[in-house]
């Protein structure tokens, strides 16, 4: 061998010997050529390294050209390597083509789902409604509660797929950050109590921002589960919510959340284990309590996915404290973000007309009960054709546009009646429940969007925002027309709710209402008294006390006072200004008693 081959030789074994060392960064399946060992994993990524540093390794090795390059055995080895890139690249295409189908199946799978949960949480509601024996009320109940679990789990599973495809996106609005702490311990407050264990919110509302920029839903997702769990797997002590600020400027505050329980507490193996999907610390526990396994997964990307982390301390049989932080953007309270209170939806619609698009009959009865039940007057139409000829600006003052449909879907509708001048408020109805589903809705010229399956409240509230926002939107009718159609006298109490909540008994309604009327006055004597006695012990235990009666009437905004002053009475924090909470409390029982007499 000459002195020039002697050089190829050496730069093919240093050749060869990077493509040995690329086998030890690259575990998986083993590609063989002959002295040749290439381990290729077909799922990362690095599989276009390889690729990479082999078209590098090749381009080398063609530059020094010459014989030894056409010996038949090194062609050989040189072939084969090629063979095994363009391998690679047609795997990597595949990988693609499965990413995408998986995407793409997952957003119908949640449509697919979507629709017809809609129509079972719908119709299990309005027959709630109805007059029932008892024994049917008990049927239905099961089945409310159990739609409520499965819809939990299908949404645990979508979040999930939809996080590791990258395509959950955050919202970035405004919210009080109150409210959420107070509604999602409000959620658990009965639970607990029917645990005998004490659920403690410790956090001063003072001490805390009023608004916060970010996604509310996803805050509250994590705070549910994680108290969700803490109640769950406690028996006797307390769960308690902690919230401090830990850092806060001008534009942004750090926030501490800390939920602990008094619990069966997790093993240090354990901890290790549960963040993992599907994963329960042991098998008894699953049995006695229940659950997916997704929870915490879920909570510890959500949490990651806002910049966060977290953290656990436990010990067995003490209890656990899970711990997270996330920085948001804050401001001051003002009139432009104080959100909508659910107060608004004590009101009759009064014979307002809404123009139903929508093909499925399920859905089509829901939607007509539900709105007919609080006074409107629905036409309906099967597709997006039948109500551009069906649409009549002089008669309808909403219209409920479900967006896949035969014949002509929701879009096409839309865009035509905008084109053809029409600004009638339309509100989009889908299963799809994506940021990019929203905005395609928006740009077709929907004003809003409702992904199903949606609550009666949220349906109403869509539609009454839509008639108190009319001052400031380009709508169709005229102001004159408000005043009849919209916000009769508001009531303090829903009677609808209260129905519901005794099972559709009018006698029970009944009944209890004269019990709330004789009980109303007591609560108002303690709360007079405090301003002389300033006993906010007593205070705590009578906002106690009235809760679950408020709570029937479902005002939920003065259910709400009653449950922060009970935090703020307990908290024995003497700079909290309860007087004027406990003042405002007055004027409001006040005003509910008379109403309810009336
Ligand atoms: P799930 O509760 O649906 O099983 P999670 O992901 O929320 O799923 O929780 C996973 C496991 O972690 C639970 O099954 C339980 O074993 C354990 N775990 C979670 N929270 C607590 C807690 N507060 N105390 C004790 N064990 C807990």
Not at 35 to 47: F, G, P, S, T
Not at 371 to 382: C, I, N, R, Y
Not at 484 to 505: A, E, I, M, Q
Request: proline content about 3%; some cysteine; aromatic content about 6%.
């Amino acid at each position: 061998m000459g002195a020039q081959d002697q050089i190829k030789q050496i730069r093919l074994e240093q050749a060869l010997e990077r493509i040995r060392v690329l086998e030890t960064i690259i575990d998986g399946k083993e590609h063989e050529i002959n002295d040749l060992k290439i381990k290729v994993n077909e799922k990362r990524a690095n599989k276009d390294v390889v690729s990479m540093m082999l078209c590098t390794l090749l381009s080398e090795i063609d530059e020094e050209g010459g014989e030894w390059f056409t010996e038949e055995s090194n062609l050989n080895k040189i072939n084969r390597l090629q063979s095994l890139i363009s391998t690679l690249n047609s795997k990597k295409n595949e990988a693609e083509s499965i990413a995408e189908m998986k995407s793409s199946f997952l957003a119908n799978m949640s449509h697919e789902i979507r629709t017809p949960m809609n129509g079972i949480m719908g119709l299990t509601k309005l027959l709630l409604n109805t007059r029932l024996s008892g024994k049917q009320n008990e049927y239905l109940r099961a089945i409310e509660s159990s739609s409520d679990t499965l819809l939990v789990i299908i949404n645990d599973i979508l979040d999930l797929s939809k996080i590791e495809a990258g395509k959950l996106s955050l919202e970035k609005k405004e919210f009080l950050f109150i409210n959420i702490l107070s509604s999602v311990v409000g959620v658990f407050e009965g639970k607990a109590l029917g645990k005998g264990i004490e659920l403690v919110a410790n956090y001063h509302q003072n001490n805390l921002p009023e608004v916060l920029v970010g996604d509310s839903v996803r805050l509250n997702q994590i705070l549910y589960n994680l108290i969700n769990n803490a109640v769950k797997f406690t028996q006797e002590g307390s769960v308690t919510l902690a919230v401090n600020t830990v850092e806060m400027s001008d534009k942004d505050v750090l926030l501490k959340f800390t939920i602990t329980d008094t619990g069966i507490g997790i093993s240090q193996e354990q901890q290790s284990q549960i963040f993992n999907e599907f994963s329960q610390a042991n098998s008894s526990t699953t049995r006695e309590f229940g659950g997916t396994g997704l929870g915490l997964s879920i909570v510890k990307k959500l949490v990651e996915l806002q910049g966060g982390s977290v953290t656990i301390v436990s010990e067995e049989e003490k209890g656990s404290s899970f711990i997270f932080e996330i920085l948001y953007p804050h401001k001051k309270i003002s009139e432009s973000n104080i959100p909508v209170s659910n107060d608004s939806l004590d009101f009759n619609l009064g014979g307002l007309k809404i123009l139903l698009v929508e093909d499925n009959p399920v859905n089509q009865l829901v939607v007509t009960d539900l709105l007919s039940e609080v006074g409107a007057e629905v036409e309906l139409a099967v597709n997006g054709q039948e109500a551009i000829n069906l649409f009549n600006p002089e008669k309808h003052a909403v219209i409920l546009m479900d967006m896949q449909m035969p014949v002509m879907d929701g879009y096409e509708a839309i865009r035509r009646l905008r084109n053809g001048g029409f600004d009638v408020p339309i509100i989009a109805l889908t299963a799809h429940v994506s940021e990019v589903e929203m905005e395609k809705c928006k740009s077709a010229g929907a004003n809003e969007y409702l992904s199903k399956p949606y609550k009666p409240q949220e349906l109403y509230q869509k539609v009454i925002q839509f008639i108190n926002a009319k001052e400031v939107l380009p709508l169709a009718f005229n102001l004159a027309d408000v005043n009849t159609v919209s916000l009769n006298v508001p009531k303090l109490w829903d009677r609808n709710f209260l129905l519901d909540y005794v099972g559709g008994s009018e006698q029970l309604m009944l009944k209890i209402l004269d019990k709330i009327k004789s009980e109303i006055p007591k609560y108002l004597e303690v709360l007079i008294a405090f301003n002389s006695e300033l006993n906010s012990k007593k205070l705590g235990s009578s906002c106690h006390k009235m809760k679950p009666n408020i709570q029937m009437l479902g005002n939920t905004s003065i259910y709400n006072s009653i449950v922060q002053l009970e935090i703020d009475a307990r908290s024995n924090d003497e700079s909290l200004p309860l007087q004027e909470k406990v003042g405002l409390l007055i004027v409001k029982l006040k005003e509910l008693l008379e109403e309810l007499k009336a």
